[in-house]
């Protein structure tokens, strides 16, 4: 009955149109009065306790980071390194614009900074050279998820402060997956490119990719910075954030000098609001959380699930299908506060590790960022390309599919996230 009274409570709110924050702390107060443990004190302890870690410092520096390179010209230089590469290829600007969102998801760690910083630059000039804009514009939506999927990620840093596993671990779990849906993405480009019979205007010249090569050395040089860091144990999550946004201040204001002073109020605002929604979605999904296993809700699923099969594949197929689901009608951060309390304890009861499940999760939930309604990354490039979420439907297909693709894959061959993190334990 709880369950019941939890999905009625979170998704009537939903409906009627209150923001997520604010439907999941209505939630927590539905469960409470149900539960006959009327204590407000009790949901406002659990909110705090929701965004009261060191750990989650990270995000607003990551951000910030972000919008400091975007600003600065950081993001530009690395679309020109990108373009120089595979510039003479047919349909190039796509491939350049998968390529660029790599580069920039090893800083930003955030789908919508990295949407809005590569689209900002490229839609404009996909436009200019006569590329379907719908299919772009749908292409920079998918290619923006890869951002919290190559590590730094922000939506790994939330599971990894909820489930209380080691983010360098998730870290390092999420570069393969972040790769294959990139070469995914490639794949279905490439077709559609071959099919329209784009035509390059580009050159190769080793000339052109020496000179933006060293343009956007600086540039290139923060994601190294960062991951080598955290990967070598010098530096936590949380300091490498520093250290990105200390790093892109100075190669924007001094070496690139592109980053006028006028500009920081802008973009501490910005990061300001950012952060604001993850925290508080944060601590309004904790109040949940807290009283979601009080009432025993996860083994409840458990049961459930178990009692549909107990077969370890059929599990993980049917709990991704409700993931999927939960991706459409609710963003990455809630959701990850919100399931992972409840869906853990049954992927422990199979023994699986933690950590694949989180980045299994992480991948999940960067699909619904680009399925409405909710997707947040949909309204971003719809906001750059002037188009209607509804004439990206279409359009949008054929990429979703190669990433469903991809998690069905590390899903089913666990070594796909596992390899680099066991190596360099």
């Known amino acids: 009955m709880v369950v019941l009274i939890f999905l009625l409570s979170l998704f009537g709110f939903i409906l009627l149109n209150i923001p997520i924050a604010f439907s999941l702390l209505l939630t927590a ?99 200019e050279e006569k590329y379907d804009v719908r299919t772009s514009t749908a292409l920079i939506a998918t290619s923006g998820c890869i951002g919290p999927v190559i590590p730094p990620s922000i939506p790994m840093i939330l599971y990894g402060v909820t489930a209380g596993v080691s983010i360098v671990k998730l870290f390092l779990g999420g570069i393969v997956p972040g790769v294959l849906i990139g070469a995914g993405l490639m794949v279905v480009w490439g077709i559609h490119a071959r099919k329209q019979g784009y035509k390059s205007t580009d050159k190769f010249s080793w000339i052109a990719i020496w000179v933006n090569a060293k343009k956007a050395f600086f540039a290139l040089l923060l994601p190294v910075i960062i991951l080598g860091g955290i990967v070598s144990g010098i530096v936590t999550p949380t300091e490498s954030a520093v250290i990105a946004v200390v790093y892109a201040f100075f190669v924007s204001k001094f070496i690139y000098k592109e980053l006028n002073l006028n500009a920081l109020p802008s973009i ?108 947040t990354v949909l309204y971003v490039v719809c906001g750059l390309s002037k188009i209607s979420i509804f004439e990206l439907t279409k359009p949008l297909l054929p990429f979703i599919l190669v990433m469903i693709a991809v998690l069905l894959m590390i899903t089913y061959v666990p070594g796909l996230i596992m390899f680099i993190p066991n190596a360099f334990a």
């Open 29 to 127: 107060v539905v469960l409470m009065v149900y539960m006959g443990d009327i204590s407000p004190f009790v949901v406002m302890q659990s909110m705090i306790r929701g965004f009261d870690s060191f750990t989650l410092l990270a995000i607003p520096f990551f951000i910030l980071a972000g919008e400091i390179m975007n600003v600065g010209g950081l993001s530009r230089r690395i679309v020109g390194f990108a373009r120089s590469f595979i510039g003479q290829i047919t349909g190039s600007l796509g491939y350049t614009s998968i390529l660029s969102s790599m580069v920039f998801a090893g800083v930003s760690g955030s789908a919508d900074a990295d949407t809005s910083a590569i689209g900002s630059i490229l839609l404009p000039i996909m436009k």
């Open 268 to 375: 501490l605002v910005a990061t300001a609001r950012s952060t604001s929604i993850i925290m508080l979605v944060c601590g309004a999904a904790m109040s949940v959380a807290y009283y979601i296993t009080t009432a025993h809700v996860p083994s409840q699923l458990s049961k459930l699930l178990l009692s549909v099969s107990d077969n370890i594949y059929v599990t993980m197929f049917l709990i991704n299908i409700l993931l999927l689901l939960i991706g459409c009608v609710m963003d990455l951060a809630p959701a990850i506060f919100l399931m992972t309390p409840i869906l853990l304890p049954i992927i422990q009861s199979y023994s699986l590790d933690p950590v694949y499940f989180g980045v299994i999760m992480c991948v999940n939930l960067c699909i619904g960022l680009v399925t409405p309604p909710v997707g």
